[in-house]
């Protein structure tokens, strides 16, 4: 089993950053591929980014490419997700996500493992 704790999210307004951690527990971290997803009021979950286990192959949405950067720790079994220039539409309950799958996950049905999730909300 894998637990997951996720924090800072909050309210920001647009243009502003965040940055989200992501601590797991419960296996070794370092046999873990992580990402983070997000579900706004009314959608379903989508992929925001994705990172192997030793941190080398990410992949970003579209949608967050150039703007949200995601790293990890394996010392400290972390990983952050730095959101600069945030919009509104970016406004959402950030998960946080574990596979043992080798190549990061992209799609919610992959994941096995997920967070409480943490609020973010952007201000226009």
């Known amino acids: 089993q894998v637990q997951l704790a996720e924090s800072g999210g909050g309210l920001v307004q647009a243009g502003g950053s965040l940055r989200l951690s992501c601590e797991a527990s419960?296996?070794?971290?370092?046999?873990?591929?992580m990402g983070w997803f997000r579900q706004a009021p009314g959608k379903e979950r989508e992929f925001v980014v994705a990172i192997s286990w030793r941190g080398n192959i990410k992949y970003y949405a579209k949608s967050v490419k150039g703007r949200f950067t995601t790293s990890r720790d394996n010392a400290k079994n972390t990983i952050y997700l730095q959101m600069n220039s945030l919009k509104f539409e970016d406004t959402a309950v950030y998960y946080c996500?574990?596979?043992?799958?080798?190549?990061?996950?992209?799609?919610?049905?992959?994941?096995?493992?997920w967070g409480q999730g943490t609020q973010v909300t952007v201000s226009s």
């Open positions: 996500a574990a596979s043992t799958m080798v190549i990061p996950p992209t799609r919610p049905t992959e994941i096995p493992y």
């Open positions: 419960g296996r070794i971290f370092s046999s873990l591929t």
